[in-house]
């Protein structure tokens, strides 16, 4: 059996290896890809830092891990129908059975038997890696390896700004992003795009490298929440008439900026969250939500595959291509997948591609 370069996490500890493994075996749904740009996506870091949720949530190892990719079709397994070799493609990470209740009634995102690949199974940071057909989303052939690896965080921007069919227009409202990770980043660029009128970005510190890519991405106002305090929220209803904003789209997973996406909701508003907070916390339910009347979004995943669709009509507009790659802050080789780790723990990037350079 031949061999490949792989990023493994062999051990239930900080770090991981880069080592030969056996190249993947496909099963007949399945397809083989050549690795050409991963990213590293914040799970991928937990992983690497093995802390206490990856400590729970990581049942097999030794695994591959890394989910955002692109990369080449370079086999089919015999009943793969609508994917061939040569194909450009990129992954949906929720691997889902297609049998059960979420899936049979049109919420395949949330599968109650769901794997996730580079998690449950394994995954991209490797010279190549197997999905089922299903799985593999085409892309454009003249796409940024690159940027088409981003494609799956970009989908959960554009699934916390449009969480379903029918959801309220954005354009001509206003709307603040909790968070400036690399999603809350594309979150912007993405409300920008359809026309939201004020955009409020708020940071956790006072990271010059995320709040001057906030800006970039189009935010009409950028506040730090440690600068501000007390003062956020009021700031922020001032600057919309005393309104408050018409969406507010949680990013952080910090309980303060969960309380205070409520607090600067105008009542009717609607609030998506996204971050992951890491432990139970306490919300007045009354003051937020109820006499709020709110409308309540958790997020998770993508919607399959409405989501894929929004992301490539987006990406298909040059002006919103180049300013999403401004998020791609770093290009490194994947065996230094390490230095890429700590720039992102020193929050010195907002993304980081691996490529395949072993
Ligand atoms: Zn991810
Ligand atoms: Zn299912």
Redesign the pocket.
Same mark, same amino acid.
């Given at each position: 059996m031949e061999e490949m370069n792989a990023v493994v996490k062999s051990k239930r500890q900080a770090g991981a290896q880069v080592t030969k493994v056996n190249t993947p075996r496909i099963k007949e749904h399945e397809v083989l890809v050549e690795v050409e740009a991963t990213s590293i996506c914040g799970t991928d870091v937990h992983i690497w830092d093995w802390n206490e949720w990856a400590q729970k949530r990581m049942k097999r190892i030794p695994i591959i891990f890394g989910h955002e990719v692109a990369g080449k079709v370079v086999e089919i397994g015999k009943y793969v129908t609508n994917v061939q070799i040569g194909d450009k493609v990129s992954a949906e990470t929720h691997i889902?059975? +297609?049998? @059960?209740y979420? @899936?049979k009634t049109d919420r !395949?995102h949330v @599968? !109650? +038997?769901?794997e996730i690949l580079g998690v449950d199974r394994d995954g991209v940071f490797a010279e190549q890696f197997a999905m089922p057909e299903e799985n593999a989303w085409k892309n454009d052939p003249q796409l940024d390896p690159a940027i088409a690896s981003i494609q799956e965080p970009l989908g959960n921007a554009v699934q916390t700004v449009l969480p379903k069919e029918h959801v309220e227009d954005v354009a001509g409202k206003n709307v603040a992003v909790l968070g400036t990770g690399p999603i809350g980043l594309m979150a912007i660029a993405v409300l920008r795009e359809l026309g939201a009128a004020k955009i409020f970005a708020t940071a956790g510190g006072l990271n010059k490298v995320r709040m001057d890519l906030a800006k970039k991405m189009g935010a009409d106002m950028v506040l730090s929440a440690r600068e501000e305090g007390e003062r956020l929220v009021k700031t922020i209803i001032d600057a919309t008439d005393g309104n408050g904003v018409d969406v507010a789209l949680e990013m952080s997973g910090d309980p303060s900026a969960v309380r205070q996406a409520f607090e600067m909701l105008t009542p009717g508003g609607r609030v998506s969250l996204l971050g992951i907070v890491d432990k139970p916390m306490e919300l007045d339910l009354n003051m937020a939500m109820i006499f709020k009347s709110a409308t309540v979004f958790g997020i998770t995943g993508r919607r399959m595959f409405e989501t894929w669709y929004q992301v490539r009509g987006l990406l298909a507009k040059p002006s919103f291509k180049e300013k999403i790659s401004a998020v791609v802050t770093h290009r490194i080789p994947l065996r230094d997948i390490g230095k890429g780790m700590d720039l992102i723990n020193s929050k010195q990037a907002a993304k980081v591609v691996l490529e395949p350079k072993w």
């Amino acid at each position: 059996m031949e061999e490949m370069n792989a990023v493994v996490k062999s051990k239930r500890q900080a770090g991981a290896q880069v080592t030969k493994v056996n190249t993947p075996r496909i099963k007949e749904h399945e397809v083989l890809v050549e690795v050409e740009a991963t990213s590293i996506c914040g799970t991928d870091v937990h992983i690497w830092d093995w802390n206490e949720w990856a400590q729970k949530r990581m049942k097999r190892i030794p695994i591959i891990f890394g989910h955002e990719v692109a990369g080449k079709v370079v086999e089919i397994g015999k009943y793969v129908t609508n994917v061939q070799i040569g194909d450009k493609v990129s992954a949906e990470t929720h691997i889902v059975d +297609n049998t @059960c209740y979420q @899936c049979k009634t049109d919420r !395949k995102h949330v @599968c !109650k +038997n769901m794997e996730i690949l580079g998690v449950d199974r394994d995954g991209v940071f490797a010279e190549q890696f197997a999905m089922p057909e299903e799985n593999a989303w085409k892309n454009d052939p003249q796409l940024d390896p690159a940027i088409a690896s981003i494609q799956e965080p970009l989908g959960n921007a554009v699934q916390t700004v449009l969480p379903k069919e029918h959801v309220e227009d954005v354009a001509g409202k206003n709307v603040a992003v909790l968070g400036t990770g690399p999603i809350g980043l594309m979150a912007i660029a993405v409300l920008r795009e359809l026309g939201a009128a004020k955009i409020f970005a708020t940071a956790g510190g006072l990271n010059k490298v995320r709040m001057d890519l906030a800006k970039k991405m189009g935010a009409d106002m950028v506040l730090s929440a440690r600068e501000e305090g007390e003062r956020l929220v009021k700031t922020i209803i001032d600057a919309t008439d005393g309104n408050g904003v018409d969406v507010a789209l949680e990013m952080s997973g910090d309980p303060s900026a969960v309380r205070q996406a409520f607090e600067m909701l105008t009542p009717g508003g609607r609030v998506s969250l996204l971050g992951i907070v890491d432990k139970p916390m306490e919300l007045d339910l009354n003051m937020a939500m109820i006499f709020k009347s709110a409308t309540v979004f958790g997020i998770t995943g993508r919607r399959m595959f409405e989501t894929w669709y929004q992301v490539r009509g987006l990406l298909a507009k040059p002006s919103f291509k180049e300013k999403i790659s401004a998020v791609v802050t770093h290009r490194i080789p994947l065996r230094d997948i390490g230095k890429g780790m700590d720039l992102i723990n020193s929050k010195q990037a907002a993304k980081v591609v691996l490529e395949p350079k072993w």
